[in-house]
């Protein structure tokens, strides 16, 4: 079992930007699992941002957050991170990373039997 460790969050004003890191332990080969970033809002749903494959060449992200947030990852460091630039009082959430062995992408939490505990980010306005 992975152990997933996010940190970077904060408070930030909107336009400012903030990078999220995520530094996975135990669990066996990382570069094995397909990571991804979602978050949730207080009285939402969780709600998927992005994702990225085992190798890093191909990242998918919802619609609503391309151009502004880009998710990489770095295996040598066992690290995935999230940069947020442009941010927008509607991203205030606390953003969670996630872990799945597979080689496919998915936007479904429920495909993500790994969890981080989260890190809050607030964007003032």
């Known amino acids: 079992q992975v152990q997933l460790v996010e940190s970077g969050g904060g408070l930030v004003q909107a336009g400012g930007s903030l990078r999220l890191s995520c530094v996975a332990s135990?669990?066996?080969?990382?570069?094995?699992?397909?990571m991804a970033w979602f978050r949730q809002a207080p009285g939402k749903e969780r709600e998927f941002v992005t994702a990225i494959t085992q190798s890093g060449n191909y990242v998918d992200t919802k619609e609503s957050m391309k151009g502004r947030f880009t998710m990489s990852r770095d295996n040598a460091k066992d690290t995935v991170y999230l940069q947020m630039n442009s941010l927008i009082p509607e991203d205030t959430a606390v953003y969670y990373c996630?872990?799945?062995?597979?080689?496919?992408?998915?936007?479904?939490?429920?495909?993500?039997?790994?969890w981080g505990q989260g890190t809050q980010v607030t964007v003032s306005s």
């Open positions: 996630a872990a799945r062995r597979s080689i496919v992408l998915a936007r479904n939490p429920s495909m993500y039997p790994e």
């Open positions: 135990g669990g066996g080969l990382f570069s094995t699992y397909t």
